[in-house]
């Protein structure tokens, strides 16, 4: 019963050991860059826009519908 007393220490316990072997035991990959420089950059994209052709409902609508 002791332990349901300190249940909230005992998760960030562990939650701290398993974060710091994870952290510890990844492999990071070497980054590679081209060296030829170039960058493409494309420059007509359009962002999508989303258009509501509705009605707005009235007060007496909104009460009907709760």
Known sequence: MNA???MEAIFVGI??????????TTETKPLTVAADG??????????????IAAKRLT???KAALM
């Open 4 to 6: 349901l007393k300190h």
């Open 15 to 24: 939650a701290t050991i398993s974060l710091s072997v994870a952290f510890f």
């Open 38 to 51: 170039q960058l493409v950059v494309q420059s007509d994209v359009r962002m999508p826009v989303v258009t």
């Open 59 to 61: 007060a007496a609508e």
